[in-house]
């Protein structure tokens, strides 16, 4: 197994001051994200449909998936299949090799860190630059995204100054954003002007033309697809929607979910290649088949990868997204990883309080944290969980099974606890590492009710 999400949240936390910075950022865009639904009366209505529209989709899948390929091959596109990851960089790489392109810029796709798809094409010895600011910010670092939709969520100004003086050369110790955005911004449109070749995500693919949708606050996308002679779009299987008149519902949810904008600022339509431009789709699967057939785990497929799941996540907020040593992290990361790798991802759907907040911002309507619970127990089951969580709960379940034991071990335990503390709060129990342990009670829950009970049917 991978390094643990709790030890990697164990790194993450030792700097009090910046977890205490990252849960308040991450707060505020959910503050935003509420302002902006409560801002619309029919938000309620838009989820309901968003979440029909996904369900539909997802049991019409093939059908609309055939259709989008026929619209899009005579709209002039090449439509290449991906079963998994290493299919979806193969397909890459050759459309490069067959042009001899040696530099590439891409946008931000959750798919392409899914697929590996930087590290990959590095080894070939093709030039790939992340052209999304807080892409280019972590690829610099050498770090994978903590966030689908806020990539460098995990940095301060301070770091991207520190990043910056040692790439691009800027003033040592410059933290103003703009200066440092306007560096940025220079940077990149060399890149861009370089560049013979563009890939982009895709936000949503619409069936009954054959064209998609990417959408982007920093017109990145746009730059990368308009000014190269090749534009390949990667998209999962699952962002496929019927019809254009769907866009009216998500374009309304995702900005608004995702940080709170009434529309995201760039939400560009492809079509066709321009005159003279070769043009790619990349439909992958990479596990999404599977999923689709896990009767409790499919709506997960309904997902926009907005992440209001994250920004709400007490679990997330507290612990960084490298904590989830996943391409997608947070509430909705711990339903997909699973499915990827269950051995590897089986700590992640035990990071989360089960509080069900994911579910409530979620814009359509996937039951996140009943999800994460069904996870559990798919992963007890599967025998994934390491042995001192699986001994400890067969050591409760027989506590609590044997009433008369329990009340006694309670009884005692208080007593232990008032009189040798030392004996909980010590080094070896992980809950004191990081928190004051309340006192003992006098008396059980159950004590003080028999007694209240008792009064109140004397009065
Ligand atoms: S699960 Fe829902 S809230 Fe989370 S990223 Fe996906 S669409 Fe957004």
Redesign the pocket.
């Given at each position: 197994m991978k390094i643990s999400h709790s030890e990697l949240a164990k790194k993450f936390i030792n700097n009090e001051s910046r977890t205490d910075w990252h849960d308040d950022t991450l707060w505020f865009v959910r503050e935003k994200r509420d302002k902006a639904a409560h801002g619309i009366p029919e938000w309620e209505q838009l989820r309901d449909w968003a979440s029909q529209i996904k369900d539909h989709t997802l049991s019409n899948l093939s059908s609309y998936l055939i259709e989008f390929e026929e619209k899009a091959k005579a709209n002039g596109v090449h439509v290449h299949w991906a079963a998994d990851a290493d299919e979806h960089n193969k397909i890459i790489y050759q459309i490069i090799k067959n042009h001899g392109i040696q530099k590439i810029v891409k946008s931000k796709s959750m798919l392409t860190e899914e697929c590996h798809f930087n590290d990959y094409i590095q080894e070939q010895g093709i030039e790939v630059v992340d052209t999304d600011l807080g892409e280019r910010i972590v690829q610099f670092r050498k770090e994978p995204p903590s966030h689908?939709v806020l990539p460098a969520i995990h940095l301060k100004k301070e770091d991207v100054s520190a990043t910056f003086h040692e790439h691009l050369n800027t003033e040592k110790g410059n933290n103003d954003p703009q200066y440092l955005t306007e560096a940025a911004r220079q940077h990149l449109r060399s890149k861009f002007v370089e560049s013979e070749l563009a890939i982009t995500g895709v936000n949503f693919a619409v069936a009954e033309t054959g064209g998609f949708v990417v959408c982007t606050n920093e017109g990145n996308a746009d730059m990368g697809a308009h000014t190269a002679a090749v534009h390949i779009a990667c998209m999962g299987f699952e962002k496929i929607i019927p019809k254009v008149e769907n866009l009216g519902v998500f374009l309304r949810l995702l900005a608004r979910?995702a940080t709170g904008q009434p529309i995201t600022t760039y939400s560009s339509h492809f079509q066709k290649p321009r005159p003279g431009q070769e043009m790619h789709i990349v439909i992958v699967d990479n596990g999404r088949s599977k999923q689709l057939g896990r009767e409790d785990f499919r709506n997960?497929l309904?997902?926009?990868?907005?992440?209001?799941?994250?920004n709400t996540c007490p679990v997330y907020r507290r612990s960084g997204g490298h904590s989830y040593h996943s391409a997608v992290a947070?509430?909705?990361g711990s339903i997909l990883n699973p499915n990827l790798d269950m051995k590897a991802n089986s700590d992640l759907p035990f990071a989360s309080t089960l509080c069900g907040s994911?579910s409530n911002?979620?814009?359509?309507k996937?039951n996140?944290h009943e999800q994460l619970w069904k996870w559990r127990q798919v992963i007890v089951a599967e025998g994934h969980v390491d042995k001192s969580k699986k001994i400890g709960m067969q050591a409760m379940a027989f506590l609590f099974s044997k009433p008369s034991l329990y009340r006694f071990v309670g009884k005692s335990g208080r007593l232990i606890m008032q009189i040798f503390p030392f004996i909980i709060n010590n080094k070896f129990n992980a809950w004191y590492k990081q928190r004051e342990m309340p006192s003992p009670p006098k008396e059980s829950f159950r004590e003080w009710y028999l007694k209240n009970v008792k009064n109140n049917s004397n009065n």
């Open positions: 689908i979910s997960s309904k997902c926009i990868r907005c992440a209001a799941c994250f947070g509430p909705i994911c911002v979620c814009p359509v996937i996140i």
